[in-house]
């Protein structure tokens, strides 16, 4: 009977070892394959998914682990879908391609609230934990953060922009939604196209020139095509980045391996890839001026004048939040008291 019972102890020890080895196995593979379809040294990459696979691989001990796409592996702007319906776990993409989905974040978008990329991004990221969130518009995904480039402002191959009037007729490579619509307004012609399919665009004269940061004008080498830059008080517009992780995916991970994820995620994440974008608008500025671009600050007649043509806008996001409900003109003066302060 003691050697009966002495087994048994011994099958069932070995039994939860074993199970307790399976468990520890499943923990260290929770692997989050990330979308990866543009350059891996775009500063979303590379200071953002990079940032949260070295950091959160370590913390976790490898217990979440993170694998990139050797390239796309479907259209970016159905990257929504690619991560809800499991082709990837997670992805970024601009409010532009979501549209009918995202409206609040896009307050990032309005023009002259973009005076640096970090400032942009941790005051939308404060004002969506503060007043967007509780509208739920990430609805069955994980919303890690909120992030933008350096503001997007004109970039001409051929006439400086001085006035109102040499906007008009322009063809401009420029984002979609919003950024698209500013333009218009504007009477420009807009060209909504992927960074990838800019320098083509640019190169052969098929556009004008492009909306943009000078980081994204030198990083795809067409800075050697562009004459003049002018750059508006807080940016003409903006694009507002939104990475997602697959709900399902993040429900996978314990408690505790979520806490430690946190801390990299939201506002860290929001200021490590806006940091390296400030950083290289900077030396993309320097550069492109050391090689004979002309940049110039838009005059305040401009500024004026762009303004008034695109009042309507901040009107519309007002409507589109208060549908939400939510409180926009509140909304919106919080958002610009965060940008004050990070100044």
């Not at 350059?39 to 696979?53: R, T």
Request: hydrophobic letters at 45%.
């Amino acid at each position: 009977m003691s050697k009966l019972l002495n087994g048994s102890a011994l099958t069932v020890g070995a039994a939860l070892l074993v199970s307790a080895g399976l468990s520890a196995s499943a923990a260290a593979q929770t692997k989050i394959l990330v979308h990866i379809f543009a350059p891996p040294q775009y500063p979303n990459n590379s200071h953002g998914w990079v940032y949260l696979k070295n950091n959160i691989e370590r913390d976790t001990q490898g217990r979440v682990s993170f694998q990139f796409t050797n390239g796309k592996v479907g259209p970016p702007p159905r990257n929504w879908n690619l991560v809800t319906r499991g082709t990837v776990d997670a992805a970024y993409l601009h409010t532009g391609f979501e549209r009918k989905r995202l409206w609040l974040p896009e307050i990032g978008r309005l023009t002259g609230l973009t005076p640096t990329a970090t400032a942009m991004s941790v005051a939308s990221w404060r004002t969506y934990k503060k007043f967007f969130e509780k509208a739920d518009e990430f609805k069955g995904v994980k919303l890690l953060s909120l992030y933008s480039f350096s503001g997007e402002n004109v970039w001409s191959r051929g006439k400086p922009v001085n006035t109102i009037d040499d906007l008009k007729g322009m063809k401009l490579r420029t984002g979609a939604g919003l950024a698209a619509n500013i333009l218009k307004a504007l009477d420009v012609a807009p060209v909504p196209s992927l960074a990838a399919e800019i320098f083509p665009l640019v190169s052969k004269g098929v556009v004008d020139g492009m909306t943009g940061p000078a980081a994204l004008v030198k990083v795809l080498k067409v800075d050697q095509f562009i004459k003049h830059g002018t750059i508006f008080p807080g940016a003409l517009f903006n694009l507002v980045w939104t990475p997602i992780l697959s709900k399902k995916k993040w429900d996978g991970i314990s408690k505790t391996d979520q806490k430690i994820a946190e801390k990299y995620l939201g506002e860290a994440l929001g200021r490590s890839v806006a940091g390296e974008w400030d950083r290289r608008n900077t030396a993309a500025k320097e550069a492109m001026a050391k090689a004979g671009v002309k940049i110039t600050p838009a005059s305040p007649a401009l500024v004026a004048a762009v303004n008034k043509k695109v009042a309507r806008f901040t009107n519309e996001w007002f409507e589109r939040a208060k549908k939400r409900g939510v409180d926009g003109p509140a909304a919106l003066a919080f958002y610009k008291e965060q940008l004050k302060s990070l100044q």
